[in-house]
């Protein structure tokens, strides 16, 4: 139990494009979903939180104009990474928690995205 | 402030050596700590995790940790290291006071090298 999945796994893109990263629970209903960008060799950035219905909250440095997050239902929450440049290539992560307080995050397989 | 510290940054072990990764925390309560497992381009799978109760918590592929309120630690341990564990291993610890629920903090990992 308690699957992530993300699509696309990887995905390249010309410079000034957008990219919509998916994130889904497949067998059970995530109230909260969290989306960390990872750079090489480096830890987790949470970028943003996300509960359904309502809109993210993004950390402190994150353009919320530039990483658009939806969260429309309670097993899909989407990324999208607008006019996308070469500095915005990097491993995104998502996670999903089933419940509130301090319910365990479980992690899609991450997605990589290289800007041209 | 809260904070996840691993000292070490990268750890080689023989095959059937036995393991500790070191993880030390600041935290204002008791925390809910985590440790979880990352191989080369994929997510984060969850090792086993300490909310309360018994200090010594067994997790999957034969980890352990334990908590050790005195010390601040949240070791992870292993008695014989398989070369498939070799990967990179975060510790975590939530939520994070005074914001939303269900965020993580991580530490900056370890890299286990396991040698034949």
């Known amino acids: 139990g308690a699957v992530v999945s993300q699509h696309p796994s990887w995905v390249i893109c010309k410079s000034g494009t957008s990219v919509k990263i998916e994130c889904r629970s497949l067998?059970?209903?995530?109230?909260?979903m969290f989306w960390y960008r990872q750079f090489p060799k480096q830890s987790l950035m949470l970028m943003a939180t996300?509960?359904?219905?309502?809109?993210?909250?993004?950390e402190q440095g994150v353009e919320k104009d530039k990483f658009l997050i939806n969260h429309a239902s309670l097993t899909l929450s989407t990324l999208t990474v607008t006019s996308a440049h070469p500095e915005d290539s990097s491993f995104y992560i998502c996670?999903?928690?089933?419940?509130?307080?301090?319910?365990?995050?479980?992690f899609g397989p991450g997605t990589r995205l290289t800007v041209l | 402030a809260q904070s996840v510290t691993q000292p070490d940054i990268h750890i080689t072990v023989s095959e059937g050596a036995s393991l500790e990764l070191r993880c030390n925390y600041s935290?204002?309560?008791?925390?809910?700590l985590f440790w979880y497992v990352q191989s080369p381009g994929q997510g984060l799978q969850l090792l086993l995790k300490?909310?309360?109760?018994?200090?010594l918590v067994q997790g999957i592929k034969g980890f352990e940790a334990e908590f050790k309120r005195s010390q601040s630690s949240f070791n992870l341990r292993k008695p014989s290291v398989h070369w498939s564990d070799a990967a990179e291993y975060f510790c975590?610890?939530?939520?994070?006071?005074?914001?939303?629920?269900?965020?993580?903090?991580f530490g900056t990992g370890t890299l286990l090298a396991v040698q034949p």
């Open positions: 996670s999903a928690t089933s419940g509130i307080g301090t319910d365990t995050q479980y």
């Open positions: 067998d059970f209903q995530a109230t909260t």
């Open positions: 996300s509960n359904e219905g309502s809109k993210a909250t993004y």
């Open positions: 935290y204002g309560a008791t925390p809910y």
């Open positions: 300490y909310f309360s109760g018994d200090t």
């Open positions: 975590a610890v939530g939520p994070v006071l005074g914001g939303a629920t269900n965020k993580l903090i």
